[in-house]
C-alpha cells in the first residue's frame, strides 16, 4: 500500500548551480550531497512541514532522455515491501522503468520506478526517513 511521498527527485546538468538555485528558493540549504559537497551527483534537501525530500541528480544519471525542454520528476511513494509492492504493480500491468536500486551506503534508500499503463511513471521505495517521521507523529 502506498503511504505518502518520500523523495521528488529532478536532473540537472549543472547540479552546484542547481543546488544553489534551490537553496535560494528554499531558504534552506542542502543537507547532503554525494560523492561531495564540492563536486556533487546529488545533492538533498529536507524542508516543509513534514521535511520533505528534494533531490537533485546529476542528469547524466537519468534513465532517460533529458533536455532543455521541461520535463516532469519521478515521485517516490514509500511502501513497507518494496518488492512485493514492485511485484503487485507488474502484475496489474505496469512495465519497469527502473529496477530495485540501493541508494546511498547501505543507509536503507532503495527505490525502483514502472511505467503505469498509460505511460505514468511510478516511484516507490523504502525510506527510513519517512518512518521516522510517521513514528514522531504516532508517539
Not at 69 to 74: D, F, S, V, Y
Request: aromatic residues 12%; proline residues 4%; charged residues 20%.
Amino acid at each position: 500500500m502506498m503511504r505518502g511521498i518520500a523523495t521528488v527527485s529532478f536532473y540537472a546538468a549543472d547540479v552546484k548551480a542547481a543546488r544553489s538555485w534551490y537553496e535560494e528558493f528554499l531558504g534552506v540549504e542542502a543537507y547532503y550531497a554525494m560523492p561531495s559537497a564540492d563536486e556533487p551527483a546529488y545533492v538533498e534537501f529536507r524542508f516543509g512541514d513534514f521535511q520533505c525530500e528534494l533531490g537533485i541528480i546529476d542528469a547524466r544519471f537519468a534513465d532517460h532522455q533529458v533536455g532543455p525542454t521541461p520535463a516532469g520528476a519521478i515521485v517516490y511513494w514509500h511502501v513497507d515491501d518494496l518488492e512485493t509492492t514492485l511485484a503487485r504493480l507488474i502484475e496489474l500491468g505496469a512495465t519497469v522503468n527502473e529496477e530495485i536500486v540501493e541508494r546511498g551506503n547501505n543507509t536503507g534508500f532503495r527505490t525502483a520506478s514502472v511505467v503505469d499503463p498509460f505511460g505514468n511513471l511510478i516511484g516507490i521505495m523504502t525510506n527510513p526517513h519517512y518512518l521516522q517521521i510517521l513514528n514522531q507523529l504516532n508517539t
